[in-house]
C-alpha cells in the first residue's frame, strides 16, 4: 500500500512538503507520481518521477514543486513551493511500471492527504 502525509493548511505563498510511503513492492522499477482532485474537478496528474529519475510536472506547477524519491527508503515527495490557494486539494500518490507520466493510468494509489492553501 501507498500511504501520503505532510498535508496541512499553510498560507499563499507558504510551503508544504508531502510523503509517500510505499510498502508490500521489493522492485526499484517503478514509477511515481502526484496528483491531485478538488471538489468539482477531475483528477489531474501535477508531477511524475520514473524510475530513471526523469520527472514530469504540470505546467500549473513547474517551477514552484519538486518530486524526488528514495527507493532504500521507499519514499517519495512531494516539495512544493510558492502555493497558491488554487493549489487547494486532495493529494495523491500512485505508482506503475513504465516512464513519468501524468496520466492517470496507474495501478496502485494512495487514500490521500488534504491540502489547502488560503489567501
Known amino acids: 500500500p501507498l500511504v501520503e502525509s505532510g498535508g496541512g493548511s499553510v498560507q499563499a505563498g507558504g510551503s508544504l512538503r508531502l510523503s509517500c510511503s510505499v510498502s508490500?513492492?521489493?522492485?526499484?522499477?517503478?514509477?511515481t507520481a502526484w496528483f491531485r482532485q478538488a471538489p468539482g474537478k477531475e483528477r489531474e496528474g501535477v508531477a511524475s518521477?520514473?524510475?530513471?529519475?526523469?520527472?514530469k510536472y504540470a505546467d500549473s506547477v513547474a517551477g514552484r514543486f519538486t518530486a524526488s524519491k528514495d527507493y532504500a527508503k521507499a519514499t517519495a515527495w512531494l516539495q512544493m513551493d510558492a502555493l497558491k490557494p488554487e493549489d487547494s486539494a486532495m493529494y495523491y500518490c500512485?505508482?506503475?511500471?513504465?516512464?513519468?507520466?501524468?496520466?492517470?493510468?496507474?495501478?496502485?494509489w494512495g487514500e490521500g492527504t488534504q491540502v489547502t492553501v488560503s489567501s
Open positions: 500512485a505508482i506503475d511500471w513504465g516512464i513519468a507520466r501524468l496520466s492517470t493510468d496507474y495501478n496502485y
Open positions: 518521477i520514473g524510475s530513471d529519475g526523469s520527472t
Open positions: 508490500g513492492y521489493t522492485s526499484s522499477s517503478y514509477c
